[in-house]
């Protein structure tokens, strides 16, 4: 059974950071691309950030560039999303997301998906 848990949000002030992180299991995950997604309140799901199996690759949405960063670490089955300067626009709950392909990442159609983290940055 595939197992993707999140863990690392919380509450924040705007100019903070927070380190998010995915713990994955029950799958090969040093040839699964990963992905973070988040959805705020009334909004829709969007791509934050996703990283190839290598983790030679990586992608960062418009909105996240130069604040966030995604890294991973295949001998933990781990994936990291470092968020800095946090905004109040990023307050959404944020979601691990897995699928061979780091394209299907990107398009919203993983394989697999966490059950997702709060992140809520105050003003």
């Known amino acids: 059974q595939v197992q993707l848990v999140e863990s690392g949000g919380g509450s924040v002030q705007a100019g903070g950071s927070l380190r998010l992180s995915c713990a994955a299991s029950?799958?090969?995950?040093?040839?699964?691309?990963m992905g973070w997604f988040r959805q705020a309140p009334g909004k829709e799901r969007e791509f934050v950030s996703a990283i190839s199996w290598s983790g030679s690759t990586s992608y960062l949405a418009d909105s996240v560039k130069g604040r966030f960063s995604i890294s991973r670490d295949n001998a933990e089955n781990r994936v990291y999303l470092q968020m800095n300067s946090l905004k109040p626009e990023d307050t959404a709950v944020y979601y691990c997301?897995?699928?061979?392909?780091?394209?299907?990442?990107?398009?919203?159609?993983?394989?697999?998906w966490g059950q997702g983290t709060q992140v809520t940055v105050s003003s």
């Open positions: 997301a897995a699928h061979r392909s780091v394209a299907e990442v990107r398009s919203h159609r993983s394989e697999y």
């Open positions: 029950g799958l090969p995950f040093s040839i699964y691309a």
